[in-house]
């Protein structure tokens, strides 16, 4: 069964704390992406990686960090530098002579 | 860099009658124009694209046109039915690798299809 995972689909942590979220996809994409969405909003980018061992950051990464060991995981931390962390946080992937770019179910983090 | 407006933010129509979703790009280097539906707690799903080097695009009920030299584009979705009721996104991309073919994403349109 092919896709991407986020885990876990709900999470709520406390002010102050750094918190990873988890993306893997077996899809075997090269590219892959954080999105943030908070209630009623579109979409904006966090980071984006294109290739192992490489990522770039989007429009919103301050107060954000990735790593991209393997090319199936994308881990993305909230640290507690980010002001308002409490969203929707979405991945994708896109494979490498692919425009579309395939989401994740998302995790909703609740930060209080 | 690209700024996506998207009208408007609701959307109420009848079942079976058809409901058009307007955006516009700032970018005239945009090449890629996806539509995304995303139905409430999930990741949105990918319903239709098209490219710039198209006009228009049909898949069955749901139809996208692309408007380059005014830089709109749009969703049409003919004899609406309940599940199509949903949150529905446009985005545009510059689909260069030195890009990174990030997504700009408009605002979201909330369409709510009446029985």
């Known amino acids: 069964d092919g896709g991407i995972t986020q885990s876990p689909k709900y999470l709520f942590r406390k002010e102050g704390q750094n918190v990873t979220l988890s993306c893997e996809q077996n899809?075997?994409?090269?590219?892959m992406y954080w999105y943030r969405q908070d209630p009623g909003q579109g979409l904006r980018l966090i980071y984006y990686s294109q290739i192992v061992n490489d990522f770039q950051k989007g429009d919103i990464a301050e107060g954000y960090s990735v790593s991209r060991e393997k090319k199936e995981s994308f881990p993305l931390t909230v640290t507690s530098a980010q002001k308002n962390p409490t969203a929707f946080y979405l991945c994708?992937?896109?494979?490498?002579?692919?425009?579309?770019?395939?989401f994740g179910p998302g995790t909703r983090l609740t930060v209080t | 860099g690209e700024n996506v407006e998207q009208h408007p933010s609701t959307l109420s129509v009848q079942e079976g009658d058809s409901a058009v979703i307007k955006c516009t790009y700032s970018?005239?280097?945009?090449?890629?124009f996806p539509w995304y539906k995303q139905e409430l707690g999930k990741g949105p799903q990918l319903i239709i694209d098209i490219r710039s080097n198209v006009g228009e695009k049909k898949d069955q009920r749901i139809a996208v046109t692309l408007n380059k030299t005014a830089k709109h584009f749009s969703l049409h979705i003919t004899e609406t039915q309940p599940e199509d009721s949903a949150v529905y996104f446009c985005a545009a991309s510059i689909s260069i690798k030195a890009a990174g073919n990030k997504l700009t994403f408009g605002g979201g349109t909330r369409v709510l299809v009446k029985p």
């Open positions: 899809l075997n994409h090269d590219a």
């Open positions: 970018d005239s280097a945009s090449n890629y």
């Open positions: 994708a992937s896109r494979g490498k002579r692919s425009y579309e770019q395939y």
